[in-house]
């Protein structure tokens, strides 16, 4: 169980709920030549248990049952609010001795050691572009997972995109608050520049291109650049000119505030997660 980052992983993983996350999570171990067989899914929903076969070749089940006595890893990528139902159902077969790795939101490793019996837990916190392998995702490691288990985890993530290890489980929730949710506000932000293009005359496609290109090229910039971003900024902003007349409207409407305050609300809804399900 202690892969080289160069080894093509080669061992039993399953994952309990097969739905979006486990979906950009199963791509990337296959891109990765991970063999279809192993991996098993447990996935109640009918028409998800299709499109993981018809997708990725896959034979998920609608139950835990023997076919998780094997599993080395444990990926629970189940809802919050189905977690201890689900953990109650995987329990009785999963192995004594496997990894677990939750990217449930909220849900501590707490938690789910009581429900599992076992102190083998990851908690990550990925997000949605894992699907096409530019995700970001926190990781953090309860102390009796050792240096073979975190390498396991960072491989399986490896091809999902980058990850970052935190030190106090408490910054997840701040994890969750942004990047986990945090494509959502990108979204969010794409489809009003886009409709404000339409609104100027654009066609809806050229003013959709304009603004997704806007942001790769912007945060492409941002990573590859020195400079912090308020001085990236300013650099587009020339003083009585365009961009400084649109800055000045988002900062007399209290934009950036909302911003952050909604960030917050992220937050506390995480921490909220917890207790509302963790119980
Ligand atoms: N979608 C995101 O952007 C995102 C990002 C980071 C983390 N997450 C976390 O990932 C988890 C899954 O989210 P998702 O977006 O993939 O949800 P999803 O609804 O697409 O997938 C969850 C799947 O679990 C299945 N399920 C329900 N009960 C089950 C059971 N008892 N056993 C096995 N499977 C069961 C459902 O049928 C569903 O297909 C959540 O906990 C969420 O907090 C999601």
């Avoid at 995702?137 to 309860?142: D, K, Q, S, V």
């Amino acid at each position: 169980m202690n892969p080289s980052p160069d080894t093509p992983l080669d061992l039993p993983l399953a994952f309990i709920g097969g739905g979006n996350m486990a979906s950009a999570l199963i791509g990337g171990l296959l891109r990765q030549g991970l063999p279809p067989d192993r991996i098993e899914v447990v996935e109640p929903f009918e028409p998800a248990r299709a499109a993981l076969q018809q997708d990725f070749g896959l034979a998920p089940q609608p139950a835990a049952g023997p076919q998780l006595a094997h599993a080395r890893l444990v990926v629970w990528a189940v809802k919050p609010q189905t977690f201890a139902a689900a953990a109650a159902q995987v329990r009785p077969h999963a192995p004594a001795d496997a990894l677990h790795l939750s990217v449930a939101a909220g849900i501590t490793t707490d938690s789910i050691a009581r429900w599992l019996g076992s102190q083998a837990i990851v908690r990550a916190m990925p997000n949605t572009p894992a699907l096409v392998g530019q995700g970001m995702t926190g990781l953090f490691a309860r102390a009796e997972v050792g240096e073979a288990g975190r390498e396991l985890v960072e491989q399986v993530l490896r091809p999902t995109g980058q990850t970052l290890w935190v030190e106090r489980e408490e910054l997840l929730d701040a994890v969750t608050a942004l990047s986990g949710s945090g494509p959502a506000y990108v979204f969010l932000f794409l489809e009003a520049m886009a409709r404000a293009g339409v609104e100027m005359g654009l066609e809806p496609t050229d003013a959709q291109q304009l603004a997704i290109a806007t942001f790769q090229g912007a945060a492409a910039l941002a990573a590859r650049s020195d400079d912090a971003p308020q001085l990236l900024r300013q650099r587009v902003t020339s003083p009585g000119g365009t961009t400084h007349a649109a800055i000045t409207h988002l900062q007399e409407a209290g934009v950036p505030e909302h911003f952050i305050a909604a960030m917050h609300a992220a937050q506390r809804r995480a921490r909220e997660l917890a207790t509302e399900f963790g119980g």
